[in-house]
């Protein structure tokens, strides 16, 4: 499958509004991958392009991505950052599928726009736990820790497995330790580059799961600017085995 990461940054993105930290002053002095748009990933699977997450930003990743086709949408959970663009698909000329958790599409009806997610898209409720099959390839969710209901996924294509954990605090489920283990590939969500974190892994503790569950590579993503600038975090990264700092249009294939 081939990955592309839309969006690297977290809740704020980078730079964050109306903030002067060096990190975010060097982001708005020269750009290029020291800017993040907020959560967004794009898993291309045999006959099916699934969005992950829809950040604020994501109509502005869509256009310079030049993405023109998707099928369905996975929602991790109703976070601002990760749930926020959802809206911008009435304006999508085709039909979409959105997985959901029931508790996660709820609120999203809650939503002052909420009535009209049907014309957006058609809910395939999943559970986290069970395996949604696709000719080719599946998924199964799994619940994580968070401050919202939230869900990873791991994706399983061509004897490969692609683990994403989603906003998650370094808590998981001994099920979620199954699922990831010897995973092709672990994607973690880390804000922060040192812990504690109470709500979030952090990018050093997501080394030590990589390790734990004998993970071949890790992508660290969704970085916000209390984390090392890209630079810093990729030359860190550099230093270890199989670890990536994703940015902002970052492709892989698996
Ligand atoms: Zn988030
Ligand atoms: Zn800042
Ligand atoms: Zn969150």
Redo the contacts with the bound molecule.
Sequence with gaps: MQIKFLGTGSA?G???IN???????R?RREGGKLVRGRNAILFSLPGYQLLLDTPPDIRESLVKNKVRRLDGIFLTHPHHDHSGGLEEFLYWKAELDLFAETTVYKALRREEWGDRLPEVAFHCAFHPGMAVRFDGFFFTPFAVYHTAPCFGLTLYESGHKVVYTSDSSNRFSNYAYCLMEEADLLIVNTPRFFPPHEDHITSTEAVELKDRVRARRLILTHC???NKPHDELEEWARGLDEVTAAYDGLEVEV
């Design positions: 704020e980078i730079p964050a903030c002067d930290c060096p990190h975010c002053s982001a916000n600017h209390h």
